[in-house]
């Protein structure tokens, strides 16, 4: 999506506009405009200037937002700076002294008596100075009539097309009655005088703008705070960085470091690029990026990220990503383009504001020849018109979903969460299904030793001779064994050889080391029915059983496991406690699924599925409702696309995970009910300021109409819409005060699904999975045997054929088993594979 600066806009009748033009340019397939941000987002094939004449066309400037480094870089740091506010701050000052002046004369004066020179007795001159001192407003607040009348001009009247007309109106109005006035005291009619005199509006042509000043300034205020988030992100950039280069160090610019080289950060200083520490160690505090508040310690090999805070010792890290590359630069921008972006939500509310200001302009002239109908003074129907046109407000409607999406964004950001898009932001607050991947979304992904259980010798003597044998194998139940006999004297073997699918084989001291599966080990020696109930315990709480044996005899048993999170059970509670079913979906087999489900909790599981399974797991879960997929970003990516909001979890630096649409930079799954819980309060909000908007308009215009007996004045109107859309930015700034992570206040939604049908139902559609091996070598029956028993050792085939005639098996698996392990096993048994589809 290319990115443009916009200029002129006012109001969400500007947006609309912009967008619609923008929208018409052949070759454009998405146009979303922030009034907000002041930006645009635009998808398609179309050039930057066919873009850009589009909006000038419409009557706005435009401008691509810069793609180099420099460019970006500058861009950010202009969140940092207030350029509209000083404005308005001197606009209202300016405006405030002369209209205080005003005031005094026709309303001071005229009506409660203060003093003043004898000349101001009379109308006309007391006309004459009421109307210099507006003009004096008039051209200091000049903005809104050339952007108001220029507007009209292209037939897209906004905001400031009100504020013109309003103010206009009465300052062409009241010129009108002083000319008449000056004609009747020439002629000695001095009632003409006192009834024109009575009817002037000049302080409402100045007012008008005025108070719309106040307005604009109280809301660039509430704003400019929607977006401290942003800036306080942009503020995390460090400036310099300690470049070490032939055993010294220097102080460069940040812009100067470059992928490779090696920089030094001391005690209390921010790292200033992504990279990894290659000398020293020490404690990161990493709460600028993820929210955690517990520092991190760092080691040669960890990896450290850009604006994080060394707090003790001192390190060296060589340089991997530097300057717009960096995690920070990522999180900036993911939370830039979501508030660039369009929640769905707001379609309704642009629908409005394309056509609220030229009903509200009908509205105004039918209000005006209502009155006069129905008998009523000029004046009177003339003050009613004024008032409609001023207390119109298409501002409120326009901000209600932008500054709610850029303060919810913000909280996210400041907690660990990215959202990319502003429809995520919403989606998520819709959902009804979780599906969960299991490895390393609700498990560690990293298998523990959870049992040992010797024979004949000591837990110790079993710990250490398996973790002998288990020491040059590379399978993560090798690690886990190892991990767990740290510290203990591990003895190397020899002869030491793999059995894929099966097991390990090695010498010790003169002596045969074998470990490996139940199967596989009782298959060499005569197992105990206690060993065999045992271990098909150990499994059906999804523990893999490993069995070991020194010679010939069987020495005992280490079960492993990858266990379940700390806070995966407390995550899937709140999901459920918010009216969520949880369902997991993995390829493990189902005994392993079943139980790591049960642990957790879920309402469903769906085991042994590939990715292109998982994919269609969430297809027949968006039947039932609006389905989130929570996975690692990677292996589940074909599911995370499919689903109706994608989360990734536990992304850590690599935070623009295409396929998801929120990120969770933690590896904690209690982010995801924190990231729904966020996006619910956000929807909420946006509701809020929806039904505030319209609320006022539909309340406010007839009252200024006159429909509800009170004569409205024009000013009070203008004082109405400059508080409308500061009270809508107000509202949104409250999301700050959300606790993402209390669950008190949590909301069951209504669905129609139970999370218990679904198993079957996707059991129903789910085909078996077959994968076909051609083998060179069988030439009799009992080469299909050991083909197939080879094959059927391996965890995750179910069963296995083989013809040395066709020269090919067929295996059926429960899981996904790769084809390197198939053919590892079957030339285990010294034959050739060609080729496995």
Not at 63 to 88: Q, W
Not at 136 to 160: E, R, T, Y
Not at 529 to 554: H, Q, V, W
Not at 636 to 658: C, E, F, H, N, R
């Amino acid at each position: 999506m290319e990115q443009y600066n916009v200029t002129g806009m006012s109001c969400a009748a500007c947006s609309t506009r912009v967008e619609k033009a923008v929208s018409s340019v052949p070759g454009v397939t998405g146009c979303a405009v922030s009034l907000l941000t002041n930006s645009m987002g635009v998808e398609g094939t179309a050039s930057s200037e066919d873009i850009i004449k589009a909006v000038e066309k419409a009557g706005y400037g435009a401008s691509k937002k810069g793609s180099s480094r420099d460019e970006r870089s500058n861009e950010a740091e202009e969140l940092l700076k207030d350029t509209g506010t000083p404005k308005l701050k001197k606009r209202l000052v300016s405006s405030g002294i002369v209209l205080l002046i005003l005031m005094y004369f026709s309303m001071g004066h005229m009506m409660w008596g203060f003093p003043a020179p004898y000349a101001f007795d009379n109308h006309v001159f007391l006309g004459l100075f009421e109307m210099l001192l507006a003009i004096v407003i008039m051209i200091i607040n000049s903005k809104f009539f050339i952007s108001g009348i220029k507007s009209l001009l292209h037939g897209a009247p906004n905001m400031d097309t009100l504020v013109a007309l309003g103010s206009g109106t009465s300052f062409g109005y009241s010129l009108f009655a002083l000319f008449a006035m000056i004609l009747a005291q020439g002629n000695g009619d001095r009632e003409t005088v006192m009834k024109y005199g009575m009817n002037l509006y000049f302080e409402s042509a100045a007012m008008i703008p005025t108070l719309i000043t106040v307005g604009k300034l109280l809301e660039a205020v509430s704003k400019g705070r929607t977006t401290d988030a942003l800036k306080g992100l942009v503020k995390l950039r460090p400036e310099t960085a300690l470049l070490y280069e032939d055993g010294a160090e220097r102080e460069v610019s940040i812009s100067e470091l470059k992928p490779g080289d090696i920089f030094a950060v001391r005690p209390g200083a921010k790292i200033p690029a992504d990279g990894v520490v290659v000398f020293g160690s020490t404690s990161v505090d990493e709460s600028a990026l993820t929210g955690e508040s517990i520092p991190v310690d760092k080691e040669e090999g960890s990896p450290v990220s850009a604006a994080t805070v060394n707090t003790s010792g001192y390190i060296r890290c060589r340089a991997s990503r530097v300057g717009e590359d960096t995690t920070l630069s990522q999180i900036i921008k993911t939370v830039s383009d979501a508030s660039a972006t369009k929640a769905p939500v707001a379609r309704t509310a642009d629908k409005v504001s394309g056509i609220f200001v030229p009903s509200v302009i009908i509205l105004s002239l039918l209000t005006f020849a209502g009155w006069i109908l129905a008998g009523k003074e000029v004046g009177f129907a003339f003050a009613r018109a004024i008032s409609v046109l001023v207390i119109s407000c298409p501002c409120a409607l326009g901000l209600a979903t932008p500054v709610a999406i850029m303060v919810g964004s913000g909280v996210g950001a400041r907690n660990g969460i990215l959202y990319k898009t502003a429809e995520s932001l919403e989606s998520a607050g819709r959902t009804g299904i979780a599906a969960l991947d299991k490895t390393g979304t609700v498990t560690e992904g990293k298998p523990r030793v959870t049992d040992i259980i010797p024979e004949k010798i000591s837990e110790k003597e079993l710990l250490i001779l398996a973790a002998s044998l288990e020491a040059k194998s590379e399978h993560p139940l090798a690690k886990a064994v190892t991990e767990r006999a740290e510290g203990l004297r591990v003895t190397e073997v020899t002869d030491f050889k793999a059995l894929p699918g099966n097991g390990l084989t090695a010498k010790l001291e003169g002596n045969t080391l074998t470990g490996g599966s139940l199967k596989f080990i009782s298959g060499k020696v005569k197992l105990s029915p206690e060993i065999r109930e045992k271990a098909d315990a150990l499994a059906s709480e999804g523990k893999t059983p490993l069995l070991f044996m020194r010679n010939d005899e069987y020495i005992g048993l280490i079960a492993a496991a990858d266990t379940i999170k700390e806070d995966s059970a407390k995550a899937i509670r709140e999901l459920k406690g918010m009216g969520i079913s949880v369902v997991m979906v993995t390829g493990d087999n189902e005994r392993t699924a079943a139980a790591i489900g049960a642990e957790a909790g879920v309402d469903d599981v769906v085991a042994g599925v590939l990715p292109d399974g998982k994919s269609r797991c969430v297809e027949i879960l968006k039947k039932h409702g609006k389905t989130i997929m929570v996975g690692d970003g990677i292996n589940d990516a074909p599911a995370l696309v499919t689903a109706d909001t994608g989360i990734a979890i536990g992304a850590g630096a690599d935070v623009a995970v295409d396929a998801a649409d929120i990120v969770i930079m933690k590896n904690r799954l209690t982010d995801v009910s924190a990231a729904i819980r966020l996006s619910r309060a956000t929807l909420r909000n946006i509701h809020e300021n929806l039904f505030w908007a319209f609320f006022y308009n539909a309340f406010c215009i007839p009252l200024a109409m006159g429909l509800y007996g009170i004569e409205m004045k024009p000013a009070y109107g203008a004082a109405a819409m400059a508080l409308s859309s500061f009270c809508v930015c107000m509202n949104a700034l409250r999301l700050n005060l959300v606790k993402i992570h209390d669950d008190s206040h949590d909301k069951k939604i209504k669905q129609n699904y139970s999370g218990t049908e679904f198993a079957g139902e996707f059991k129903t559609e789910e085909k078996t999975m077959t994968k076909t091996i051609e083998i060179e070598g069988m030439m009799c029956t009992r080469c299909e045997a050991h083909v197939k028993k080879a094959l059927e050792a391996i965890d995750g085939v179910e069963s296995a054929s083989a013809s040395h005639e066709e020269n090919k098996a067929v295996v059926t698996l429960s899981s996904d088993v790769a084809d390197e392990v198939l053919k590892s096993a079957v030339e285990a048994e010294e034959y050739k594979v060609m080729k496995i589809w």
